[in-house]
């Protein structure tokens, strides 16, 4: 593809709709929530692995 007949031109603006704030635009990218609820497994996943073999004394303990 040759762009050489628009390489040239203006970027297009509207004349109709006023351009958003930087700030505006950039939240549009910040993260968000997408699976919600999985902190909530990954803290209880967590919580229920605490205990764990210890080899030395063949014990299940609390983990610190």
């Not at 762009?3 to 970027?11: A, E, V």
């Not at 997408?34 to 967590?46: K, P, R, S, W, Y």
Request: charged share 25%; glycine share 4%; hydrophobic share 40%.
């Amino acid at each position: 593809m040759n762009y050489d007949d628009i390489i040239g031109l203006p970027h297009p603006t509207s004349k109709v709709h006023p351009r958003m704030p930087m700030a505006d635009r950039a939240a549009q990218f910040s993260p968000f929530a997408a699976l919600t609820g999985f902190e909530a497994v990954i803290e209880e996943t967590a919580r229920t692995e605490a205990l764990k073999w210890e080899p030395d004394d063949e014990a299940w303990v609390e983990s610190p």
